[in-house]
């Protein structure tokens, strides 16, 4: 330990000892004696996870903002409703409950998904049918009117937007998940508001209280010496880090800092009275029955002048500090990090430092998707192989949560390291990638579309369903029942990794149904621009009709998904916890990995991305035949001279009894 990190923490127990008896006696007037001890002994727990990132962040304020911060965790846990303590308890009791193999997520949009939110409870059992048992609504707090980034701009934390329904029904649609033993999952946009929020109109309005709640410049000196530096989100419509705002700077006008779009302008966590308010907000919306937070655009929270202004420590800290504090109030509530960024950037949102510090408890393994769509493409696990042993372990007390495809665009973060290591250039890899899922590739099956073409550097990302991008489009399109059969076993292939690599795997609403690309989206003015409305389409309920006819498309799909979340959940080997081993296994066509968590044997997972079979040695998947098969996409597999088959476009899962 650093002299600084030891001073910090004898500042920490100096503060602590004083503060303590205050706050035990505000709990116990609060909450009744018996929570009072709940939380003053959560608070022993978590002093440090809250208070070293308070001197860290904000130094010799440090003291005086614990004493506020406990002040407004506490009146949220006086708030908390005791359905939800009594949730609190159990997973108090079971803290790694997200962990569970029976864990299994399902994502959409509720105006796509069933239109209002007081309809979502009667589609529950169509949920309930694929297993799940983590729902997440894609962005519902009330945005600005318009162009709103899909939901990302929010002008209210505490409504709903009015066209999905209100707060109240949000809660009762909580209630009814609680009671099948499912958990929500929301978005909570971390690093910027709406212009309209009345957050951005106070600090506008010269409001004290809102004082520097934002970032604006008087002119361009200061903003194109950070734009040097920050890559650019969004460079065909918002290029750079900065919006004018004739209203900034008293009516001067200034350059607001908006990372995205104009309308959304960035948060400024140098301010505490930000990091308060927004702890406010996570608090109340927990009450409202929320379990999981997806905290967005975390990378950006902290800015600092001569970097890309993501992954800063500071926004570590204080993600640390948001985490322990929310925790205080509502134990039973987890984080999920949004941060699609490098592997070695991302594992510390897990708390996977070189000294661990918890920040969140989830993650997106976007590195996992993005290698299963390159291995397809390539027909070679090489790179997925290479770069996947790279990877540093991730905290036992943290999960990944994998998934094949998403509401996002597909960004290819192949690293130029990982590509080299396996004889190919990065940037050229990339480039074919994005030439392959637009169908531009000579041989492509995809039918995706480009995103954010950047004329100037040839980047782009991929937009697309994951039927379309996996062939399905274009078999049914061209009336080709082989090509059909083959989009269908590349979707189903996809999906026997990401249920089996470990972690939570999310399906996204409609990939059930092997759903393809909706070009309605062109109709709205507001969606048109945006193409990856694309891979956003209305649930079709017509096709969802059809998910038990076993001839049907929709029913071979629903079938086999739901098959492999029945066959998962009966394999404590992926619980999570445990990290998986990429093998080597004998064909560069075919990824095979291992696991094994402490109270099970071990599970060998294979996925042949190639069309035709390829064999690997039998030895290394069956662990010289004790190792059963308990699933795969064609029963049995042969054993030929010592190789075990696996067909083309084919998966296998093994377990030791």
């Known amino acids: ?99 569970d193999p029976r864990v299994q997520g399902y994502v959409c949009y509720v105006d796509r998904f069933c239109g209002t939110l007081d ?52 809660e009762r649609v909580a209630a009814a998940l609680h009671e099948r033993d499912m958990s929500l999952c929301i978005d909570l946009v971390l690093n910027h508001t709406a212009r309209e929020h009345p957050w951005a109109q106070g600090w506008l309005a010269g409001d004290p209280a809102h004082a520097d709640f934002y970032t604006a410049f008087p002119d361009r000196t200061m903003p194109d010496a950070y734009d040097a530096t920050i890559p650019e989100v969004f460079p065909d419509r918002a290029p750079g880090s900065f919006s004018w705002v004739p209203e900034a700077c008293g009516g001067a006008g200034g350059w607001v800092w908006t990372t995205f779009w104009p309308y959304q302008w960035d948060l400024d966590y140098t301010n505490p009275e930000v990091t308060l308010a927004m702890l406010g907000e996570i608090g109340w919306l927990a009450n409202r029955g929320v379990d999981v937070f997806r905290m967005d655009a975390v990378p950006f929270m902290w800015k600092r002048l001569g970097t890309s202004c993501q992954n800063q420590p500071e926004g570590h800290s204080l993600l640390q500090l948001l985490h322990a504090l929310t925790r205080l109030a509502a134990p039973g509530v987890v984080f999920k990090a949004e941060a699609i960024v490098s592997p070695d950037d991302l594992v510390p949102y897990l ?44 905290p036992p007390s943290s999960t990944w949560v994998t998934y094949v495809r998403g509401h996002d665009d597909i960004g290819w973060a192949v690293a130029d390291e990982d590509a080299a290591a396996t004889g190919v250039d990065g940037s050229g890899h990339r480039r074919f990638l994005n030439d392959f899922y637009a169908g531009r590739f000579p041989g492509s099956f995809a039918r995706g579309a480009l995103f954010q073409e950047n004329a100037v550097t040839g980047d782009a990302r991929i937009s697309g369903s994951a039927a379309s991008l996996c062939g399905i489009e274009a078999a049914l399109a061209e009336g080709d029942d082989e090509a059909l059969e083959r989009g269908i076993r590349r979707l189903l292939l996809l999906h026997s990794v990401t249920y089996a690599f470990g972690g939570i795997p999310l399906l996204y609403m409609g990939d059930e149904l092997a759903l393809r690309n909706d070009t309605g989206y062109l109709a709205d003015p507001e969606r048109a621009p945006d193409n990856r409305w694309m891979h956003r ?44 081993v990429v093998l080597d296994a004998g064909d560069d066509a075919v990824l095979a990995w291992s696991r094994r968590h402490p109270r099970s044997g071990t599970f060998v997972g294979l996925a042949n991305v190639a069309p035709e079979p390829r064999t690997v040695d039998a030895d290394t998947v069956t662990g010289f035949g004790t190792f059963e098969q308990v699933h795969g996409s064609d029963g049995l597999l042969p054993v030929t001279g010592g190789r075990l088959v696996v067909p083309g476009l084919g998966f296998a899962w093994f377990a030791q009894p």
């Open 119 to 170: 309809r979502l409870p009667g589609h529950l059992d169509h949920l309930a049918e694929l297993g799940t048992t983590y729902l997440h609504l894609m962005p519902l707090l009330r945005p600005r009117p318009g162009e709103n980034d899909g939901g990302y701009a929010v002008a209210d934390y505490r409504a709903v937007d009015p066209r999905l329904g209100s707060m109240a029904d949000l």
């Open 1 to 99: 330990m650093t002299v600084a990190a030891a001073a910090r923490r004898e500042a920490a127990e100096r503060a602590w000892a004083r503060l303590r008896p205050r706050v035990q006696e505000a709990a116990v007037a609060a909450l009744g004696e018996a929570e009072a001890d709940a939380f003053v002994a959560r608070a022993d727990l978590a002093l440090h996870d809250v208070h070293e990132p308070l001197a860290v962040l904000y130094g010799a304020a440090a003291d005086e903002l614990f004493e506020r911060a406990l002040s407004v965790v506490l009146s949220a846990a006086a708030e908390r409703p005791e359905p939800l303590r009594r949730l609190d308890r159990r997973r108090e009791i079971d803290p790694a409950w997200f962990q």
């Open 537 to 580: 389409p209305p649930m079709d309920w017509a096709a969802a009709a059809r998910r038990s006819h076993r001839a049907a498309l929709e029913g071979r799909v629903f079938g086999q998904l739901r098959r492999l979340g029945e066959v998962r959940r009966s394999l404590l080997a992926l619980r999570g916890g445990v990290e998986s």
């Open 351 to 394: 708390g996977g430092h070189e000294r661990f510090r918890p920040e969140c408890e989830l993650a997106y393994h976007n590195q996992l998707m993005v290698l299963l769509w390159s291995s397809l493409a390539t027909q070679d696990v090489r790179l997925a192989r290479t770069a996947l042993r790279r990877m540093k372990p991730i």
